[in-house]
């Protein structure tokens, strides 16, 4: 597993500088050539992870298809040689299609042929490094994925290479992901929101219902429980014995009888 | 010769005495002993497997009596004494103070009983998925008893719910005889198991059932049924909701149906679609457990005998379950709570992104009220058995034991007494006739047996009528302090209804006005509501979902009823205003008894290709069809499951 990504270091300094991906891409197709996944290791964890899983969001449910249409769209590219400094100025962001689509493909190739290992290299980093990877704000990346993948879509939209039907549908598919990413980003923060409203609800709730149970418990004695318990046990005491002397004086009359019989035989 | 003969005849004699007196000494009749174990077996190693897609949804739901409306109380001890089960009530007992007191000590019992199986469930289900739905006994619009719920849980959408109380025959005089009790060590538990109608269309959704209950239980979970039937074909909103089965029970007395599916409990008819008939069982715990009850709240008997029983039970219906099958309505109605737009598409069965985006936030919001009802209900397991009112029903419960004690050693001396006598009188008769019989006969009894014997004739006597008067006279002198209980529970249980239904109404504002402000517009254009038919209805029903000219085409659900009141729903794909492909269809002819269920192909309406059936008292088939007709058997692999 040599494979070639340095591209992504130029090209995730330039995400961090809020560069739109039109720029980004343009400069990835030129850097292809010299990649490897090995050389993002030098990265600190964080920012490795960052590319990563950046590359994933981006590339992320494109078919062969489309990465097929979106090579052939940009074959005759002149790619523009950029400073890093230029993709924040304006001008950097008007580049040719063509040259961003061809980044495109490269890209969308690159995620699929390696998955499995940027996933392990993805999960390695968060076991090595718990405490960071969770500080990660995957919104943001979201967010940054999000503007790639519509200036992408958007490039594709206006290619003049004639689009089948199978490449419209496959357009539409690939913006109605963009969207779920959208929604997903949305969700988290939805879900945050809603588990702190959540959260202080139950502890507000449970404070008050705290509060109430201690002054039912003070309220509360047990001597009435203990005066009709015991009130119970003496009733059935007395019960008892009440009967006690009566029946000791039947029995005294049956025995009488029954020496009575005996001697009547005789 | 006359001297064998009076050998013979006092050894028949001795016999005979024997035959009498060794039942009593062994069996104490009279006095129930109850079981040590239910027939619902105890199972730890099983372990639930929760598959569905939703995580929205509780897995179990416990409803059970846990306060009376006063004006409610003398509506239901009459009728709690007027459907006594295991016996008719002469009605001089019914009016009597102490079946009154039978019939508040069932709620409180319940009340803490059900925090047993509440404990236990929650230990072997996944976090927060068990919620507790005490119910307020209340007077309907007709002054009839019946019950609401006090929390918001029912709203939540359950796989199972079940309903629990426990039973003490109102009879106090009776009480140790052989009808039902529950009375100090002795519990006798009412338990129904029951879902949603698409779980088990068969049985109209009920899985299990006391017994006793079962008319009930079934002719609720038909309403029920039904009910939801009537909102979605006339577009109103739901608003029934099921009263207690055993409220039902009691209010509307036996109902004796003799051809409902029906088996017993752990029977070898496990795969018959029937309703598992739960008898009535008289659970003993151990003594000395029930004795140190006051000591603490961790020593719980019912766990060990009834409960771990029920939650195993409870684990297998879950294991068994389809669970998005049982909760697919339930979902659709929470959902139409707060969002009916998303309710019909959801309905509709719609896949686009902007449905199953907003469906997303909608089911975290379920998610978040089912985590806070969680809370809720553990705040009630804490309050009602941890804190005080679990530890006065425990003094309670134990020194009823000590009565019950005092009642068998009373009965137990009833018995000997009583034996003592007879042998005694037949050693005396036969004496009358030989005086050397009559030493030998005396010669085989003791000593003390003789002179007991006089004392025993009074003892069987005096025993009998004190023995009956133990219970009563508990009841009597506990009656202020179960009052004081129950009223004690009822301000707790409504200042804890108004603290949570206002903590409930705060957060559900706020959770809806984030919900609010984050959904975006469903983009859908191919939802809506049109016509729907079948060959075998002349009517005209409601379809949600895809419609092309007016009529049902592409994936929904749809419903129908005719002018003798069958029915037919149905969800899956349609065309040309019918079913045709895959999918799922309820069928009920209002004449007979359950449902039937068909899943699989559908052509023109009807049946059509590899189908799985299920009706009632029979095993799930899977058959060929043609065109709504049965032509025999079909290979499984072939069947097309419906995804709900």
Redesign the interface.
């Known amino acids: 597993m040599r494979a070639k990504l340095n591209f992504l270091t130029a090209f995730a300094s330039a995400l961090a500088m809020w560069l739109t991906l039109s720029a980004a891409l343009s400069l990835m197709a030129p850097l292809m050539a010299s990649l490897d996944l090995d050389a993002i290791k030098d990265l600190p964890p964080g920012e490795e992870y960052r590319q990563l899983s950046l590359l994933m969001l981006v590339a992320g449910g494109t078919r062969p298809e489309l990465t097929a249409f979106v090579e052939a769209a940009g074959q005759n590219t002149q790619i523009p040689v950029l400073e890093l400094d230029d993709y924040q100025k304006p001008l950097a962001r008007i580049v040719d299609q063509d040259s961003m689509l061809l980044g495109a493909a490269q890209m969308f190739r690159f995620a699929r042929q390696h998955e499995q290992d940027i996933k392990l290299i993805l999960t390695q980093i968060a076991v090595a490094n718990p405490i960071l990877i969770s500080m990660v704000d995957v919104n943001v990346l979201a967010e940054e994925a999000i503007v790639i993948r519509n200036a992408i879509a958007d490039s594709i939209e206006y290619s003049e290479l004639e689009k089948t039907d199978r490449t419209q549908a496959e357009l539409a598919t690939f913006r109605i992901q963009t969207v779920r990413l959208r929604n997903l980003m949305e969700y988290n923060i939805f879900r945050r929101d809603l588990a702190a409203i959540t959260d202080e609800a139950i502890v507000d709730l449970g404070g008050r219902l705290d509060a109430y149970q201690r002054m039912f418990d003070e309220e509360i004695g047990d001597s009435m429980m203990e005066q009709r318990i015991s009130a119970a046990e003496s009733m059935n005491t007395q019960t008892d014995k009440r009967f006690e002397e009566r029946a000791r004086a039947r029995t005294n009359e049956l025995l009488l009888m029954l020496i009575l019989m005996e001697s009547q035989v005789d | 010769m006359n001297s064998k003969v009076s050998k013979l005849s006092l050894f028949v004699r001795l016999i005979l005495a024997a035959a009498i007196v060794m039942p009593l000494l062994s069996g104490c009749a009279g006095t129930a002993t109850g079981k040590d174990t239910s027939v619902l077996r105890k199972d730890d190693s099983i372990v639930v497997e929760d598959v569905s897609r939703s995580t929205a949804d509780a897995l179990v739901v416990i409803r059970y009596p846990a306060i009376i409306d006063v004006e409610a109380e003398r509506v239901f001890y009459h009728a709690y004494g007027a459907t006594a089960i295991g016996g008719q009530v002469p009605i001089e007992v019914q009016i009597r103070k102490d079946t009154d007191r039978i019939a508040q000590s069932v709620i409180a019992k319940s009340n803490y009983f059900a925090m047993s199986l509440f404990y236990e469930l929650r230990r072997r289900l996944p976090e927060n998925t068990v919620l507790l739905s005490p119910h307020m006994i209340v007077l309907n619009e007709q002054d009839e008893v019946t019950s609401r719920p006090i929390l918001a849980t029912e709203e939540i959408p359950s796989v199972l719910t079940v309903d629990f109380n426990v039973y003490s025959y109102p009879d106090t005089s009776k009480i140790m005889d052989a009808p039902p009790l529950t009375f100090g060590d002795i519990v006798t538990p009412l338990f129904v198991v029951h879902s949603n109608r698409w779980l088990r269309p068969a049985t109209h959704g009920l899985l299990l059932s006391s017994q006793p209950l079962v008319g009930a239980a079934w002719q609720q979970s038909l309403d029920q049924a039904q009910a939801q039937f009537d909102s979605r074909l006339k577009t109103f909103p739901d608003d029934y909701q099921r009263p207690l089965d055993f409220l039902t029970f009691v209010r509307d007395g036996k109902r004796p149906r003799a051809d409902l599916p029906l088996k017993s409990v752990g029977g070898s008819r496990r795969d018959v679609i029937a309703v598992e008939s739960y008898p009535i069982e008289k659970i003993r715990m151990d003594g000395e457990m029930i004795a140190g009850l006051p000591d603490s709240y961790a020593i719980d008997p019912f766990i060990e005998y009834f409960v771990k029983g029920a939650a195993a039970r409870v684990v297998n219906s879950l294991n068994r379950a389809d669970h998005d099958r049982a909760t697919f309505f339930a979902r659709q109605h929470a959902l139409a709570r707060f969002d009916p737009e998303l309710a019909n598409a959801f309905l509709a069965r719609a896949t686009s ?1 902007s449905v ?2 907003r469906l ?2 909608a089911e ?2 379920i998610e ?1 009220e089912r ?2 009802l969680s ?2 209900s553990m ?1 009630v397991y ?2 009602t058995f941890v ?2 009112y679990g530890q ?1 029903m425990r ?2 419960i134990a ?1 009823e034991y ?2 019950l004690e ?1 009642r068998r050693r ?1 009965a137990r001396l009833q018995n000997i007494t009583t034996a003592l006598a007879v042998a ?1 009188l037949a050693g ?1 008769v036969y ?2 006739a ?2 050397t019989a ?1 030493a030998a006969a005396i010669g085989n009894l003791t000593g003390v047996m ?6 025993a ?3 069987s006597i ?1 025993t009998s009528r ?1 023995s009956a ?2 219970t009563e ?2 009841m009597a ?2 009656a ?2 179960l009052d ?2 129950i009223n ?1 529970q009822m ?2 249980l409504e ?2 209804e108004q ?2 239904a206002l ?1 409930f109404a ?2 559900r504002n ?2 809806l006005t ?2 609010q402000s ?1 959904v ?1 517009s469903i983009t859908d254009r191919n939802i809506g509501q049109c016509d729907f038919f079948h060959p075998d209805f002349e009517s005209t029903g409601k379809w949600y979902g895809g419609c092309s000219a007016g009529v049902a085409n592409g994936r929904g659900y749809g419903l129908i009823r005719d002018e003798f009141g069958d029915t037919l729903e149905f969800v899956g794909l349609s065309a040309d205003g019918r079913a045709s492909g895959t999918g799922a269809m309820i069928v009920w002819n209002s004449a007979q008894t359950g449902a039937r269920y068909f899943e699989g192909e559908f052509r023109q309406g009807k049946p059509h290709g590899v189908v799985l059936l299920e009706e009632p008292g029979k095993r799930p088939r899977i058959r060929e069809f043609r065109a709504g007709a049965d032509v025999g058997s079909a290979n499984p692999e072939m069947l097309q499951r419906m995804s709900f």
């Open positions: 992104e199953r985006a997303q936030l975290a919001l978040a985590k806070f809370a809720q705040s804490d309050g804190g005080d006065k003094k309670m020194a000590r009565m005092e009373l005694a005396s004496g009358a030989s005086s009559t003789v002179i007991g014997a006089g004392w004739i009074h003892k005096k004190s008067k133990i006279n508990f002198q506990m202020p302090a004081r209980q004690v301000e707790w200042s804890k603290i949570t903590g705060e957060f706020k959770t984030l919900y984050r975006r």
